[in-house]
């Protein structure tokens, strides 16, 4: 296991659903699709493309929470850390990677000390950095 699932390790369940939510639909398929090859062992995983459609289905209770900070450039949907918020009022122990191209440090530091997120860059290496935390969160008992 990786330091980095150690300093945040969680109760997790056996009920090994994923939650992505993510508005570029062909970043939202190739992150499910490299996840189902990485992660033989998924219940499932269900595709949101907007933070509030997440929230309607939250009582699934994935055990992890893939989440993008910027889900609409209108401005009209929630944000992810709003959306991260809402979630762990329901279910504080849920898993979430914030996986977001966003520059700003505040996001990134509010998402990992208030919220307790692994918090990842979008780059080449990003699908492979999120396969990483979710089977180092998984092997956590």
């Given at each position: 296991?990786?330091?980095?699932?150690?300093?945040?390790?969680?109760?997790?369940s056996n009920n090994k659903i994923i939650?992505?939510?993510?508005?570029?639909?062909?970043?939202?398929?190739?992150?499910?699709?490299?996840?189902?090859?990485?992660?033989?062992?998924?219940?499932?995983?269900?595709?949101?493309?907007?933070?509030?459609?997440?929230?309607?289905?939250?009582?699934?209770?994935?055990?992890?929470?893939?989440?993008?900070?910027?889900?609409?450039?209108?401005?009209?949907?929630?944000?992810?850390?709003?959306?991260?918020?809402?979630?762990?009022?329901?279910?504080?122990?849920?898993?979430?990677?914030?996986?977001?191209?966003?520059?700003?440090?505040?996001?990134?530091?509010?998402?990992?000390?208030?919220?307790?997120?692994?918090?990842i860059k979008k780059d080449d290496k990003a699908l492979q950095k999120?396969?990483?935390?979710?089977?180092?969160?998984?092997?956590?008992?």
């Amino acid at each position: 296991m990786s330091l980095f699932g150690k300093l945040f390790r969680k109760e997790t369940s056996n009920n090994k659903i994923i939650f992505i939510v993510e508005d570029n639909l062909v970043y939202g398929k190739l992150l499910e699709e490299f996840l189902r090859q990485k992660l033989l062992d998924i219940n499932d995983i269900k595709i949101y493309h907007t933070g509030e459609n997440c929230l309607k289905e939250i009582h699934l209770k994935p055990s992890v929470v893939i989440m993008d900070h910027i889900l609409d450039i209108s401005g009209l949907a929630k944000t992810g850390l709003e959306v991260i918020k809402e979630i762990k009022e329901f279910i504080p122990t849920t898993n979430i990677i914030v996986l977001s191209s966003q520059t700003n440090i505040d996001v990134t530091v509010e998402s990992i000390k208030k919220y307790n997120c692994h918090y990842i860059k979008k780059d080449d290496k990003a699908l492979q950095k999120v396969a990483t935390v979710i089977k180092d969160l998984w092997e956590v008992k």
